[in-house]
């Protein structure tokens, strides 16, 4: 039952970094500022970020059968990881391509991937926390 307290309290602790995910948001949109890598990086951090978010996605369905709370939590937060890569790909993107793009475009692109990253991180760790507490629940009622 350890295993089942410790998914819980990963994803009570990855419900409280969202918080600050989301205040990076807000000041990537406000104070203009977002991530910016020179030269051929930026080909470079999109070939990796597009990777480890592939195989993130695949270590979460692949994981999900098996009966192992912690595993499956640790797999979602890598989930989360790739994309909040994907976020600031996005917003580095936007820094070197989008010259031509109106600023107002640029902010409705960032609030609809931080917010859409957001709301996922959100489900995520909810579903993680009310899976976990169904399973405890289960593992008292037979104990008893």
């Known amino acids: ?20 995910l989301s205040g990076t948001v807000l000041m990537i949109l406000f104070e203009e500022k977002g991530f910016f890598y020179h030269g051929i ?3 470079v951090v999109a070939l990796y970020t ?11 369905v692949k994981y999900r059968k098996y009966n192992s709370p912690v595993m499956l939590t640790a797999k979602i937060i890598a989930l989360s990881a790739a994309l909040v890569s994907m976020l600031s790909l996005e917003t580095a993107m936007l820094s070197e391509f989008g010259a031509e793009m109106a600023e107002i475009q640029k902010q409705i692109l960032i609030v609809a991937t931080g917010g859409g990253v957001s709301v996922a991180v959100v489900i995520m760790s909810c579903l993680m926390i009310i899976r976990s507490a169904k399973e ?9």
């Open 136 to 144: 405890i629940k289960t593992i008292r009622s037979t104990e008893n």
């Open 41 to 43: 990086l930026i080909y």
């Open 1 to 20: 039952m350890g295993e089942l307290h410790r998914a819980i309290l990963c994803s009570a602790i990855l419900l409280l970094v969202n918080i600050v």
């Open 50 to 60: 597009f990777y480890i978010t592939v195989y993130a996605i695949v270590n979460v």
